[in-house]
């Protein structure tokens, strides 16, 4: 295996790294200011590089699983063989249910960009309406063919990246210390909010599929690819510090609280955001970028959902096949998303939940089995068994306050 990596041809880790980066920066991060305006700037950021450290490291660890096995072999693959049906079967279906839940929360945010979108026209769309439309667009798109989504993808990223920097140059130029500071409230509390904020920050930093794809395009080369995920996460994290800052900078701490509870969907924040700088030219940015950014995180998640259906149910690439794996990926989204169509926030947060499972605690579980049976001769993540610990309590304290937090027993910025 050592001659494959070499014999691969030459591939920048800048273009692994973009992968990665592209994976997780999507419309997950408009949820990240309001789930997070209980514990505010300062503990927040403490909270989103806790996790990023993890979720880092879950991610290299099913890559020092990965190795040991040829290439091509699928997350599917390495965890029955590891972990034996039982892990497989539950990590299998926290798959779909993650994949299915997010592409819910993606035409439930489509609606209400959509909607707003056209406010800005004068043109009435109810969101239902505008998640159906854009829903049945994506699905034309992934229907095409795998090539159609990578190329509409491209499109849709380079317009989000040039959107994002016009955007956020223009929030940060507005910020204001008290607000960022929180001076005005007298005696804020911070702290008891933060373990509620942990499941978005998890359910924010997801690109796990991705290292096995990775392991196809630079071969079994683990120092790139640590590299890629390295830089890719890193790039993420500083553009949600970056996103904290411009929102939590301009919207007061109590101003949250209303968006909250109005569903604290995108164009709720977006409104927000413009009402205060009251600035038609940040608002059309904002709204620009808004609807990239949830163009992209639709494809990248109903493709990769598609994908899975597609083998689980053996559904052949002909139109036909791609036409019945079409409708099983779509409709039951769709009617959630007509059904209640303002559930962005709730989506995420159990995303969060069934992410734990095959994104935090069956890598670590991969890695200290694959120490047992290989030795990892390739690759070892660093840390030895402790960091694999320090991960599944990651996954187990996620979990845990997830559970909690349906059961209202953790506190809420009210």
């Given at each position: 295996?050592?001659?494959?990596?070499?014999?691969?041809?030459?591939?920048?880790?800048?273009?692994?790294?973009?992968?990665?980066?592209?994976t997780i920066i999507?419309?997950?991060?408009?949820?990240?200011?309001?789930?997070?305006?209980?514990?505010?700037?300062?503990?927040?950021?403490?909270?989103?590089?806790?996790?990023?450290?993890?979720m880092l490291h879950s991610g290299l660890m099913i890559l020092e699983a990965n190795l040991n096995y040829p290439i091509?072999?699928?997350?599917?693959?390495?965890?029955?063989?590891?972990?034996?049906?039982?892990?497989?079967?539950?990590?299998?279906?926290?798959?779909?249910?993650?994949?299915?839940?997010?592409?819910?929360?993606?035409?439930?945010?489509?609606?209400?960009?959509?909607?707003?979108?056209?406010?800005?026209?004068?043109?009435?769309?109810?969101?239902?309406?505008?998640?159906?439309?854009?829903?049945?667009?994506?699905?034309?798109i992934v229907w095409l063919s795998t090539r159609a989504v990578s190329r509409m993808t491209a499109i849709v990223l380079g317009a989000k990246i040039i959107a994002f920097f016009l955007t956020f140059g223009s929030l940060l130029w507005h910020i204001k210390p008290v607000n960022l500071l929180n001076s005005v409230q007298l005696n804020p509390s911070y702290a008891p909010y933060v373990l509620a904020t942990l499941p978005f920050?998890?359910?924010?930093?997801?690109?796990?599929?991705?290292?096995?794809?990775?392991?196809?395009?630079?071969?079994?080369?683990?120092?790139?690819?640590?590299?890629?995920?390295?830089?890719g996460t890193l790039m993420a994290l500083g553009l949600y510090v970056i996103w904290m800052l411009g929102t939590m900078g301009n919207i007061p701490r109590p101003a949250f609280i209303?968006?909250?509870?109005?569903?604290?969907?995108?164009?709720?924040?977006?409104q927000s955001l413009s009402q205060i700088l009251n600035s038609a030219g940040l608002d059309l940015l904002l709204t620009i970028f808004s609807n990239f950014a949830v163009a992209c995180s639709f494809l990248g998640v109903t493709l990769g959902l598609f994908d899975y259906l597609a083998d689980l149910f053996k559904f052949d690439d002909s139109r036909m096949g791609r036409f019945k794996t079409a409708?099983?990926?779509?409709?039951?989204?769709?009617?959630?998303?007509?059904?209640?169509?303002?559930?962005?926030?709730y989506a995420i947060g159990f995303a969060g939940l069934a992410a734990t499972v095959w994104a935090v605690i069956v890598p670590a579980l991969m890695a200290r089995a694959s120490r047992q049976r290989f030795g990892s001769p390739q690759?070892?993540?660093?840390?030895?068994?402790?960091?694999?610990?320090?991960?599944?309590?990651?996954?187990?304290?996620?979990?845990?306050?997830?559970?909690?937090?349906?059961?209202?027993?953790?506190?809420?910025y009210r």
């Amino acid at each position: 295996m050592a001659t494959l990596a070499v014999n691969m041809p030459h591939r920048s880790v800048l273009g692994g790294a973009m992968i990665i980066g592209g994976t997780i920066i999507g419309a997950g991060m408009f949820s990240l200011p309001v789930v997070m305006s209980g514990a505010w700037f300062f503990w927040s950021v403490a909270a989103l590089i806790f996790t990023w450290f993890c979720m880092l490291h879950s991610g290299l660890m099913i890559l020092e699983a990965n190795l040991n096995y040829p290439i091509g072999s699928s997350f599917n693959t390495v965890t029955r063989d590891l972990l034996g049906n039982g892990w497989n079967m539950l990590n299998g279906v926290t798959i779909a249910f993650v994949l299915y839940i997010l592409t819910y929360a993606y035409i439930s945010a489509s609606g209400s960009v959509i909607q707003h979108t056209m406010r800005e026209m004068s043109v009435n769309v109810s969101p239902r309406l505008g998640g159906l439309l854009t829903a049945l667009a994506v699905a034309f798109i992934v229907w095409l063919s795998t090539r159609a989504v990578s190329r509409m993808t491209a499109i849709v990223l380079g317009a989000k990246i040039i959107a994002f920097f016009l955007t956020f140059g223009s929030l940060l130029w507005h910020i204001k210390p008290v607000n960022l500071l929180n001076s005005v409230q007298l005696n804020p509390s911070y702290a008891p909010y933060v373990l509620a904020t942990l499941p978005f920050c998890l359910a924010s930093f997801g690109y796990h599929g991705n290292v096995p794809s990775l392991m196809k395009y630079y071969g079994k080369n683990p120092q790139v690819i640590k590299k890629c995920l390295l830089l890719g996460t890193l790039m993420a994290l500083g553009l949600y510090v970056i996103w904290m800052l411009g929102t939590m900078g301009n919207i007061p701490r109590p101003a949250f609280i209303g968006i909250a509870e109005r569903g604290g969907n995108i164009d709720v924040l977006v409104q927000s955001l413009s009402q205060i700088l009251n600035s038609a030219g940040l608002d059309l940015l904002l709204t620009i970028f808004s609807n990239f950014a949830v163009a992209c995180s639709f494809l990248g998640v109903t493709l990769g959902l598609f994908d899975y259906l597609a083998d689980l149910f053996k559904f052949d690439d002909s139109r036909m096949g791609r036409f019945k794996t079409a409708l099983v990926t779509f409709i039951p989204p769709m009617v959630g998303g007509v059904i209640y169509p303002d559930g962005f926030i709730y989506a995420i947060g159990f995303a969060g939940l069934a992410a734990t499972v095959w994104a935090v605690i069956v890598p670590a579980l991969m890695a200290r089995a694959s120490r047992q049976r290989f030795g990892s001769p390739q690759y070892r993540v660093w840390g030895g068994n402790k960091m694999i610990v320090l991960v599944l309590l990651f996954g187990v304290l996620n979990a845990a306050v997830h559970i909690l937090s349906s059961l209202n027993l953790l506190p809420v910025y009210r």
